[in-house]
Every structure is written in C-alpha cells, then in structure tokens.
C-alpha cells in the first residue's frame, strides 16, 4: 500500500520570506512524486511532478520540490513567498509499478502574510 | 484544447433522491479519476478507471454510489438516495494512462442534499 503524509494542517509564512510544505510518503516500489495547488474556489492544478533524474524539480510560479529517497521525502519550496501563494497545496505519490492509483496527501493551507 | 468538464457546476437535491454527475475528460486521456472534497477538508478517493481494466472502485463509500465509464469517454457518478452526508464538491480529473503522468482536474460537481 501507499501513503503520503502532509505533516502541517497549515503554514504561516511573511512575505519575502522562504515556505516549506513538508511531505513525505511511502511506496513498495520506486515513486513518482507531484505537487498540486488549489486556490480558493478553483480547481486543482499541477505544480511540479519528480520521476526520475535530478533530485530537484523545478515547477510553476517558482515552485521547486527536493527528491529525498532516504529520507523519503519530497517537500515543495520557494525562496520568496508572495501572498498570492495563498492557497491549499497537495502531495501525491504514486508508486512506479503498475497502473496503480495516485494516493493524496490531506493538504497543507499555506497563508503569506503581508 | 478543452480540459476536463464537469457537470452540473452546481446540484441542490433532497435527501433520498438520486443524483447523476457528469464528467467529460481530455480526449485521448485514458485514465479517469473521481475524488470527494468536503469543505475544507482534503481528496477523498472514489473511483479509478484505468483504460480497458476493470476499474478501481476501492474508495466508493457505500453501494448508494456506483459510477460508469463509456470507453475512454464520458464518465458518470451516481448517487442513490442521496444523505446530507454527501454534501460536498465532487472533483472529476483524467491523464495519460502512463503512471507519471500529472492529473487534469475539473472544475468540480458542487452537491448540496438538503
């Protein structure tokens, strides 16, 4: 079975400043790893995904996600917050193998504060 | 081209009645995804339609739901005897069938039971 796990209901951070959203998940095999966001009353969109290769994946509005295999974590990362990040931000994981389903992490809500 | 559209935007109903909700996904996508959001809570797994298998239908909570796919189109979720319990947005996503491959999610199914 797989999991993923969003430690933080919610995460407080001043503008300008770096955010950290922490994940971190567990597959039987090799995982792929995406990042989603929802803005409040949108749908979700794709942020940045990690499939093989460099252990840092750059994705949109500046986003970026470190691959740790030892640590088995995948936290989503940006030097300077804006208060537009505002929003609720999901990790996926799906395991490498088969067609397997995506399993979602319960969501961290991300607030800048100007 | 079009994304993923789901209809009706938003459906009022009374408790005990049937629901149907629609999802029309990316052409060419092959695997379909349907989630429950309650407010302000995370992605709840329903239903997985992955090409020709059988789907996975793991997370439906009760025989009251059951959904169906024609071919690698339309899809539809239904909800028997509908309780206030499943009040929520009914999120529809589809992808590529290739398993690293990001999801594409609808606008959403806003169910209100009454």
């Known amino acids: 079975a797989q999991s993923v796990a969003q430690p933080e209901d919610q995460v407080n951070v001043a503008e300008g400043n770096p955010l950290t959203v922490k994940c971190t998940y567990s597959?039987?095999?090799?995982?792929?790893l995406f990042w989603y966001v929802q803005y409040p009353n949108r749908g979700l969109q794709f942020l940045l995904k990690?499939?093989?290769?460099?252990?840092l994946v750059k994705g949109s509005y500046g986003f970026e996600a470190e691959f740790n295999k030892s640590q088995t974590s995948f936290h989503l990362k940006k030097p300077s917050a804006l208060v537009s990040d505002s929003a609720l931000y999901f990790c996926a994981v799906r395991d490498m193998g088969g067609y397997q389903k995506v399993t979602f992490g319960t969501g961290t809500k991300l607030q800048v504060i100007p | 081209g079009a994304g993923v559209s789901q209809s009706p935007s938003n459906k009022v109903t009374e408790k005990g009645k049937d629901v149907e909700l629609r999802c029309d996904p990316i052409s060419g996508h092959t695997a379909l995804y349907w989630y429950r959001q309650r407010l302000g809570q995370g992605l709840e797994f329903l239903i997985y339609?992955?090409?020709?298998?059988?789907?996975?239908k793991s997370g439906l909570p009760s025989d009251r739901f059951s959904a169906e796919r024609t071919g690698e189109s339309v899809s539809t979720l239904t909800i028997q005897r509908t309780q206030q319990e499943d009040s929520a947005v009914y999120l529809c996503?589809?992808?590529?069938?290739?398993?690293?491959?990001?999801?594409?999610f609808g606008p959403g199914t806003r169910l209100t039971v009454l």
């Open positions: 597959v039987s095999g090799n995982p792929y």
């Open positions: 990690y499939i093989t290769g460099d252990n």
């Open positions: 996503a589809s992808s590529l069938l290739d398993s690293y491959n990001e999801q594409f």
């Open positions: 339609f992955q090409g020709n298998s059988a789907p996975d």
